[in-house]
């Protein structure tokens, strides 16, 4: 990283959390390192996308944009769950929207290109006199696809490995806690237009600092005493226990508060009381515009305690303060009072601590470095 690309007003983004100062305001404002982050990042990771319970049975798909493009996702003969691009091969037109059943085939509704369910062109009307015209050569386009403990990831890079991402570490971790979420299901969905840059809104989820004083009600669900956490280049795991009697929870003080965070943008909590897990997705909508969508997987009702309450305290209590929060400070970030700060980081590296945030940052600014131009 050279230092005129990460220098600010203060001095220079630094390897060492407790001695740095924070990224220049112009990460989270300039439309050129926004455009750089897409390509460099999101073109390059494994993104969620869903569960294989959004596609319970041949022909089932569910249609998302990730990266800035349209995705189809789709369960094919035989069982197998394939991604593709959603795009006709013929003129580029969407195939689908939204989420829904096929019976055998993807139709095009612009000019009826008809395509199986393996991605292959079928039928093309009118082709039979085009010159050299061969539906082989005209198939979907597939992308990469891996499913991590009942969850679905996409990479956009043909050349990127599971490895890459950490993801069989990942779904150790998530079946060491859940190991039913392969057949949970998402019970409730939301979604979030937040006006703030992605790297706000997970740098929100990648310290603790902020927790005692921007979330009162959230700092009494766990004892501020033990925890543990396990950090790995692509993934960070923490784990709290609770604090016995949180109304509503009916909480011990056995049961576990856990949090991971996935490069690049999801991040993913479990609150004590209710074996749920809440997935969240940061989807970059423009430098200052950031499309949450957030997830909440269960075991069948009678099996999921709490779950009302985890919902009410999720959506409707820390998830609207964390929003408010980062609205805020994407409109500080693009005040002329304001440049670079310092990370509030111990050596141990502590949760409550911004440690992971300096981690995260550290990783943006390695990923930018490998894109050849600026």
């Given at each position: 990283?050279?230092?005129?690309?990460?220098?600010?007003?203060?001095?220079?983004?630094?390897?060492?959390?407790?001695?740095?100062?924070?990224?220049?305001?112009?990460?989270?404002?300039?439309?050129?390192?926004?455009?750089?982050?897409?390509?460099?990042?999101?073109?390059?990771?494994?993104?969620?996308?869903?569960?294989?319970?959004?596609?319970?049975?041949?022909?089932?798909?569910?249609?998302?944009?990730?990266?800035?493009?349209?995705?189809?996702?789709?369960?094919?003969?035989?069982?197998?769950?394939?991604?593709?691009?959603?795009?006709?091969?013929?003129?580029?037109?969407?195939?689908?929207?939204?989420?829904?059943?096929?019976d055998?085939?993807?139709?095009?509704?612009?000019?009826?290109?008809?395509?199986?369910?393996d991605?292959?062109?079928?039928?093309?009307?009118?082709?039979?006199?085009?010159?050299?015209?061969?539906?082989?050569?005209?198939?979907?386009?597939?992308?990469?696809?891996?499913?991590?403990?009942?969850?679905?990831?996409?990479?956009l890079?043909?050349?990127?490995?599971?490895?890459?991402?950490?993801?069989?570490?990942?779904?150790?971790?998530?079946?060491?806690?859940?190991?039913?979420?392969?057949?949970?299901?998402?019970?409730?969905?939301?979604?979030?237009?937040?006006?703030?840059?992605?790297?706000?809104?997970?740098?929100n989820?990648?310290?603790?600092?902020?927790?005692?004083?921007?979330?009162?009600?959230?700092?009494t669900?766990?004892?501020k005493?033990?925890?543990?956490?396990?950090?790995?280049?692509?993934?960070?795991?923490?784990?709290?226990?609770?604090?016995?009697?949180?109304?509503?929870?009916?909480?011990?003080?056995?049961?576990?508060?856990?949090?991971?965070?996935?490069?690049?943008?999801?991040?993913?909590?479990?609150?004590?009381?209710?074996?749920?897990?809440?997935?969240?997705?940061?989807?970059?909508?423009?430098?200052?515009?950031?499309?949450?969508?957030?997830?909440?997987?269960?075991?069948?009702?009678?099996?999921?305690?709490?779950?009302?309450?985890?919902?009410?305290?999720?959506?409707?209590?820390?998830?609207?303060?964390?929003?408010?929060?980062?609205?805020?400070?994407?409109?500080?970030?693009?005040s002329l009072?304001?440049?670079?700060?310092?990370?509030?980081a111990?050596?141990?590296?502590?949760?409550?601590?911004?440690?992971?945030?300096?981690?995260?940052?550290?990783?943006?600014?390695?990923?930018?470095?490998?894109?050849?131009?600026?």
């Open positions: 990283m050279t230092a005129d690309l990460i220098s600010g007003e203060r001095g220079a983004f630094g390897n060492v959390a407790h001695e740095s100062f924070t990224l220049p305001s112009r990460y989270y404002l300039d439309p050129d390192i926004h455009a750089r982050e897409i390509r460099a990042i999101f073109q390059k990771s494994w993104l969620y996308a869903g569960h294989v319970t959004d596609l319970p049975e041949v022909g089932s798909y569910l249609t998302v944009d990730l990266a800035g493009q349209p995705i189809l996702i789709l369960r094919s003969k035989g069982g197998e769950i394939r991604a593709f691009f959603n795009v006709c091969q013929h003129r580029g037109h969407i195939l689908l929207s939204g989420q829904g059943q096929l055998d085939l993807i139709v095009c509704p612009y000019h009826s290109w008809c395509y199986g369910l991605g292959s062109l079928m039928t093309a009307r009118l082709t039979t006199k085009v010159c050299n015209f061969d539906k082989a050569d005209f198939s979907l386009k597939s992308i990469q696809l891996a499913v991590v403990a009942g969850l679905i990831f996409i990479n890079n043909p050349d990127a490995t599971p490895e890459d991402g950490e993801l069989a570490d990942f779904e150790t971790s998530i079946l060491d806690h859940l190991p039913a979420m392969p057949s949970y299901s998402a019970r409730y969905r939301f979604d979030f237009d937040i006006a703030a840059n992605w790297k706000v809104v997970v740098d989820f990648s310290e603790g600092y902020h927790i005692p004083v921007a979330h009162p009600v959230l700092a669900l766990y004892d005493q033990g925890a543990s956490s396990r950090v790995g280049k692509r993934l960070g795991f923490y784990q709290r226990t609770a604090r016995a009697g949180f109304s509503g929870f009916e909480t011990t003080g056995d049961e576990p508060y856990l949090t991971w965070t996935l490069w690049p943008n999801t991040c993913l909590l479990s609150l004590p009381g209710c074996p749920q897990l809440i997935v969240l997705r940061m989807s970059p909508a423009g430098p200052g515009r950031c499309l949450e969508r957030a997830d909440i997987y269960c075991a069948p009702e009678l099996e999921s305690p709490n779950l009302e309450a985890v919902k009410s305290l999720f959506a409707e209590i820390f998830n609207q303060e964390d929003i408010s929060l980062v609205e805020n400070v994407q409109r500080g970030l693009a009072g304001y440049d670079q700060g310092r990370y509030v111990d050596p141990a590296g502590s949760w409550f601590s911004e440690s992971g945030l300096h981690r995260f940052h550290r990783q943006i600014l390695d990923a930018l470095e490998d894109i050849d131009e600026y």
